[in-house]
């Protein structure tokens, strides 16, 4: 219904925008794009020879540099990779905040 309080809130993906930033989100989304194109290249390798999964660690690095102290296990990899952006893409938001001059949200 028009001009009631649930069409005033912004959608979930502009109040996230607002929150983390365009450029973390940007970051984010690199990610995950380089993460899955690394296990499909993963998957569809025969040889056992390809080192694609190296690609996710370094642009999730140093955060993700946890998984060598973590046990061994496949889930273990792709939680330090979440672990390692979510770093990175919090100290992106803060740089932008701060690089903006700390304004607060205009529509807060």
Do not use: K, Q
């Given at each position: 219904?028009?001009?009631?309080?649930l069409?005033s809130?912004?959608?979930?993906?502009?109040?996230?925008?607002?929150?983390?930033?365009?450029?973390?989100?940007?970051?984010?989304?690199?990610?995950?794009?380089?993460?899955?194109?690394?296990?499909?290249?993963?998957?569809?390798?025969?040889?056992?020879?390809?080192?694609?999964?190296?690609?996710?660690?370094?642009?999730?690095?140093?955060?993700?540099?946890?998984?060598?102290?973590?046990p061994e296990?496949?889930?273990?990899?792709?939680?330090?990779?979440?672990?390692g952006?979510?770093?990175?893409a919090a100290i992106?938001?803060?740089?932008?905040?701060?690089?903006?001059?700390?304004?607060?949200?205009?529509?807060?």
């Open positions: 219904m028009p001009g009631t309080v069409d809130r912004p959608s979930l993906l502009r109040r996230l925008r607002d929150r983390v930033g365009l450029a973390a989100l940007a970051y984010l989304g690199l990610c995950a794009a380089v993460l899955v194109w690394a296990v499909v290249a993963i998957a569809t390798d025969d040889s056992g020879e390809a080192m694609a999964l190296i690609f996710p660690l370094l642009i999730t690095a140093p955060g993700s540099l946890v998984v060598f102290v973590l296990h496949g889930s273990m990899f792709f939680a330090s990779l979440v672990f952006a979510a770093v990175n992106i938001s803060w740089c932008t905040s701060v690089l903006r001059g700390g304004r607060p949200d205009p529509e807060s």
